[in-house]
């Protein structure tokens, strides 16, 4: 009963291969996100999604592309991989009301590209 | 540009002693106002969020925050720290009508016996 689940949690390949990261949210949030957690362990936004549509997209690469089939998933394809796209990709999901709660973080998805 | 400080990479603190882990944000308007923590090769946990109200916010595992607004500060605290509390902490800021999180760059708080 994981409220985000990620998968997979490890990914290692090869520079210029495509691969892809799954996320699925239980909770019924409206909004769901990719992070990146760079070597140094700073985070930073890539993508939200509000109800299937894009909202934010911070000025990653077109090799980048979210897909949301619906509310509760949203997944990461990547094209082209590079050395420095190496990073541990966390999903979220957020309700839009002003909750008590914050954000809830998938337990990552850590890509190592060789 | 809108950003969240904490100016500590490492806090040292002996177990059953007091701990405060700082953070600074400049984000125009009142953003919500949150803490995680992350434990090794695990995903980010939720410890407690300011919106509005009383100045000390309490949250997980016996944490609180305090929420200073002329300083725009938002302070981790614990009154009696454990061993099983080091991990790494994350201060981050939400600006009101951005569905997104600005994190800081996170402190290792490191609880010895």
């Known amino acids: 009963d994981t409220a985000v689940s990620q998968t997979p949690k490890y990914l290692v390949t090869q520079m210029g291969n495509d691969k892809s990261i799954k996320c699925e949210q239980n909770?019924?949030?409206?909004?769901m996100y990719w992070y990146k957690q760079d070597s140094k362990k700073f985070l930073k936004i890539m993508f939200s999604y509000n109800n299937k549509e894009l909202i934010i997209n911070e000025t990653v690469p077109n090799r980048f592309s979210p897909k949301s089939p619906d509310k509760a998933h949203l997944n990461l394809h990547i094209n082209s991989l590079e050395l420095g796209d190496s990073a541990v990709y966390f999903c979220?999901?957020?309700?839009?009301?002003?909750?008590?709660?914050?954000?809830?973080f998938g337990s990552g998805t850590r890509l190592t590209v060789v | 540009a809108q950003s969240v400080a904490q100016p500590e990479d490492q806090v040292n603190v002996a177990e059953g002693n007091p701990l405060t882990v700082k953070c600074t944000y400049s984000?125009?308007?009142?953003?919500?106002l949150f803490w995680y923590v992350q434990y090794p090769n695990r995903g980010l946990q939720f410890l407690l969020k300011y919106i509005t109200g009383d100045n000390l916010v309490k949250g997980s595992y016996g944490f609180e925050a305090e929420f200073n607004k002329s300083q725009t500060s938002f302070h981790l605290k614990k009154p009696s720290a454990l061993v099983s509390d080091s991990a790494l902490y994350f201060c981050?800021?939400?600006?009101?009508?951005?569905?997104?999180?600005?994190f800081g760059a996170g402190t290792r708080l490191a609880v010895h016996p």
């Open positions: 909770l019924g949030h409206d909004t």
């Open positions: 979220a999901s957020s309700q839009d009301d002003s909750s008590d709660y914050g954000y809830t």
């Open positions: 981050a800021v939400e600006p009101r009508g951005y569905n997104k999180l600005i």
């Open positions: 984000v125009s308007g009142n953003p919500y």
